[in-house]
DNA sequence: GTCTATCGTGGAAGCGCATTCCTTCGATGA
DNA sequence: TCATCGAAGGAATGCGCTTCCACGATAGAC
């Protein structure tokens, strides 16, 4: 079987060894409109199997003028929010014959434009811009720019979070799922809230916490600025910034981290700080991380479909070609009351 | 500023603007072996800029007949040992020039040989299969002769986990660290064992019983296959496997997950059960997943250096032109202990 | 002063494939 | 029987780039 000359096999090779045209081989392995006698497309998929043969999908892309990679940015794939979205474009993805590149900035939102000037050079079908927009001009607007070239290049860029690009996107209801939480939260009986804020410039973070004071608001609750403590969007953004605020814990009695990394961080923090939650102190995330569902006491969270989040917004990928122009998916989150918080009205 | 011809920016858009012949053109912008006078190359760059021209990967893929695509192929990206996994190897890639492309087996082992066909087919320089290897011939037959395929096409494969096949192996001792963990937990006056072991064709999921065995038999302990119980090597697989043991539980003072996740859904099990960790029954997991470091009680566990997993595959990827045969590159668990196990002697 | 190295530049081939155009052949209808 | 047409196969082109080769100019050796 299978004796393979060294280095790659070419549809020339399968060619020959069939005995065709490459016109022919080429017809026969990817089905265009013509014909193939049946014989002939036998002989050329016998070729194309004992030879191991390969297409290489660089020349197709070329010759097609197409390719069928898609990228997809995130900010840190190791965090779970990422990793989910990923795993539902993965899922999405699966039988689409697509390819899925993954970039990582790392945190360093500027880095998404490097990736989308790579990912242009792959001339990639799209780009799947997966972290928090940031409100920063400078970036957004070399971001913005670059979009308009990858897009005037024939690609499709879809974005996850905020809508603040003229692209498809796939809008978190950061805002109103944070005022659903506060709602309920004070439905329990909590009045003095402190906040783990995220990075102020970040507008999933931002949105969530203007969500939240809305909320409150509505109850005619005051959001004292002063218990507003940022941090990193991390488990240890979390931790820290809940030690600034426990100086004056005392006047508090919840608090809401604008993601679950965040509120672990704070639990532990509250902890090592002999505080018990909820006994001492309510405690909220946002997002319902599954990985975290078993921390104990099991956090109150908004729930938030991640992976449904990523396979919408490959679908949007997917359907790009039909679009005029830019369409938006709404995606809300849905808060979930656990042990972090009390379940009584007090 | 930069007009720009419809569709992409191809070299020769770039050449006619700044005057010069596409070779020179080329020579300055990707730097050849070649020197190019500095006013010519100045007028290129300068050209290439106003036209945001970037190269076409795929053209300059086919000229010089290999690409800077490294694929990496998990089993479950959410999963966050395959996440972590994942951020090691994006870290490492950070600035080398190199575009890394996702595969997820949905735990289908034999999806890996599927996306080892089609990153043969992107040409990609090498490709990291980062989960466990099974024990399932078949499969591990067809993926061997796809590799010898992939790797006479000149890509490198670099595997993670066991040293099975003929290629490039971040091996992780997982038997040692079992081992280590087992003579740990008989030195905290643990005697009667329970564990939770993984899919029996899972070899990650076996070396680690088995070395847990080892570990035991070394203090003259004998593990009782009926305490042995098999789960998927999830949180949900820990719990259903947790659930099994229960009948019996009384006989056991500790249980051992073969990893973390599995660790953190027996807790749950067991706390619903009535049980408490660690004053009814001790636990320990495997991996030290950074994200369930926070749960309560904390796990005691075998740390893994995880991204340097990652960042430690992604070397043996950048060095493969150098090698003459496969090389294997071990790492090391840690036992931690914690509050899931007690911490005197009985 | 001529004759060879050297250097910077342009011309052109070729990477592997899809696809258009052309040729051939058999079938069909008059 | 012959013209016509459709279908199937093959030759050739081009996708955008790198790189080998050729060429003229300049410099250094004799």
Redo the contacts between chains.
Sequence with gaps: MAE?P???VTLMDVAARAGVSLATASRALNGSTRKVGDDLRERVLAAARSL?Y??????Q??ARGR?N?VG?VVH?????YF??I??GV??AA?GHHV????G?T?RRPEREVDYL???????SRAVILAGSRMDDSPVAEALRREID?FE???GNVVAISQKQLPVDTVVIENRLGARDLATELVGLGYRRFGVLAGPDAMLTARDRVHGFREGLGRSGIDLDPAFVAHGAFT?DGGYQAMNTLLDRIGELDCVFAVND?MA??A??AA?EHGLEVPRDLGLAGFDD????R???PALTTVRLPL?KVGASAFELVLSAAERTKPRTRRIKGEVVLRQSTRTISG
Tied chains: 1, 2.
């Design positions: 393979q060294r280095g790659s191991n390969a297409a290489n999908a660089q020349a892309a070329m390719t990679v997809l840190d794939i190791a965090d779970p990793s989910s990923a795993a993965m899922e699966e390819l899925v590149t993954l990582s790392l000037v790579a990912l242009r050079g792959q001339r070239i005037n290049d024939g488990r990394v672990v961080g639990m532990v902890r991380i599954s990985t975290l078993d921390v104990n992976e």
